[in-house]
């Protein structure tokens, strides 16, 4: 099949949806697939047999200086106005106007492709490419109302709730798209039961598919840093639960010698690094990002537990890729993590999602507990070996796309025949 995969930013360490374009396309070109990727800033590490196409947008958000002012000369069309006047009253613009202009580009190219994927886009650009002839699937992995709902019980004043509702607005439109959507893919239940309740899809039209680990992430060869936790957070927002790992870290030092690692970047000056100062815990925090995938595995295997205390995940890559690298884990009962891990106690402890003592009490009893340490470690990688495997998803998600075509075809044969 020539497979389009579409995705509005795709750099892997940016979260999930990067590492979903890398290694599904990866995978999709080994099963003899071809694929060309398209993306907007910042673009996708890709795996040699995958094509991408750049589709640049103004890249307002890009490091190091972000909500930036474009030069005169940056602006090409109308889109990039809009982009540009959307930033300026708050909005976040990229998915809509991504999906305008990836659009635009597959017009010229109809020919060229038996079926479009899109990956989270749900941009108006999307119902426009059916009309054009071009079957259409999407992947939704998580609704983006459960990281507005989040955000908006954290802001502290009226103002801030009012500006969170703005950034937001583009969720009105990804639900009228979902609605719309031919297939949605969805990597859990979980994600499955909140898409169907908070953007009104028919579950009929859904279909779980799990996600992979890459063979990269191992168990460790050398021994692990006492004392030493390991959080994962693609992102410094609320939806993480880095406060209740934070508080819960800090009663923790008063008794023990420990060191925290949170993989992460965070806002300067932001909630995070406040709440760290207010702790007095700056000595045992470190911070680490921009670090290569060979280099976050030695992380990963380098600590004696990690924790994911998010409030909210649509899979949780993180936490499987730990499992991978056979380290013990306490984590929120929240979304679809207890479906990553399995039982509660086989290959992690599960705690109520922002409950700051539940955390305490099981991280202070698994440090006390080499053993069952071990044990949890063998039983994550065990799980992860048996059940996350990125050329199984390519082979369920190209079944997938064979279904979506045969379906299209069939509804213009109707049609035509009509």
């Known amino acids: 099949m020539r497979i389009a995969l579409l995705s509005y930013r795709s750099k892997p360490h940016c979260g999930g949806q990067g590492i979903y374009v890398r290694h599904l396309s990866r995978e999709l070109a080994n099963l003899g697939h071809s694929v060309e990727v398209f993306s907007g800033q910042p673009y996708p ?12 947008s103004l890249d307002l958000y890009r490091e190091p200086d972000p909500f930036r002012v474009p030069r005169p000369r940056e602006f090409r069309d109308l889109v990039d106005v809009e982009e540009f006047l959307t930033m ?26 038996d079926i479009v994927h899109d990956n989270q886009v749900l941009g108006y650009g999307m119902l426009d490419i059916e009309k054009m002839g071009l079957p259409l699937i999407t992947t939704v992995h998580h609704p983006i109302s459960f990281d507005r ?14 500006s969170i ?50 063979d990269l992430f191992q168990p460790p060869t050398r021994p692990r840093v006492p004392g030493r936790i390991i959080a994962m957070a693609s992102a410094d927002a609320p939806m993480k639960g880095i406060a209740t790992l934070l508080e819960a870290f800090a009663k923790l030092r008063t008794e023990r010698d420990l060191e925290l690692l949170l993989v992460t970047k965070p806002q300067p000056g932001g909630r995070t690094e406040q709440l760290i100062d207010k702790l007095s815990i700056g000595d045992a925090v470190r911070f680490v990002n921009g670090v290569s995938d060979a280099e976050l595995v030695d992380l990963m295997g380098s600590a004696e537990l990690a924790c994911v205390p998010s409030l909210y995940e649509g899979f949780s890559l993180p936490t499987a890729e730990l499992m991978a690298c056979a380290t013990p884990l306490v984590v929120s009962r929240a ?8 039982p509660d106690g086989e290959c992690a402890d599960l705690v109520t999602p922002g409950d700051v003592e539940e955390f305490k009490h099981a991280i202070g009893a698994l440090l006390d507990d080499p053993e069952r340490r ?23 998600v190209a079944a997938a796309y064979e279904d979506v075509i045969a379906d299209f075809a069939g509804e213009h044969t109707e049609i035509e025949k009509g």
Not at 45 to 56: I, M, Q, R
Not at 89 to 94: L, S, W
């Open 88 to 113: 300026c009253t708050a909005g976040f613009p990229e998915p809509k106007t991504f999906s305008t202009r990836v659009a635009r580009l597959l017009r010229a190219r109809v020919d060229e492709f």
């Open 374 to 396: 071990a044990r949890m470690g063998e039983a994550g990688r065990r799980r992860v070996r048996e059940l996350f495997s990125w050329r199984a998803v390519a082979v369920q």
């Open 335 to 342: 979304g679809a993590i207890p479906e990553v891990v399995g």
């Open 149 to 162: 709902r989040i955000d908006l019980e954290a802001a502290p004043t009226l103002r801030k709730k009012l």
């Open 165 to 214: 509702r703005r950034w937001y607005g583009f969720l009105r439109m990804q639900q009228k798209v979902a609605r719309r959507a031919r297939k949605i893919l969805t990597p859990s239940e979980s994600s499955a039961r909140d898409i169907a309740r908070d953007f009104g899809v028919d579950p009929a039209r859904m279909q779980v598919i799990l996600l992979g680990v890459d």
């Open 45 to 56: 590490e890709l795996d040699p047999g995958v094509t991408l196409t750049k589709v640049p």
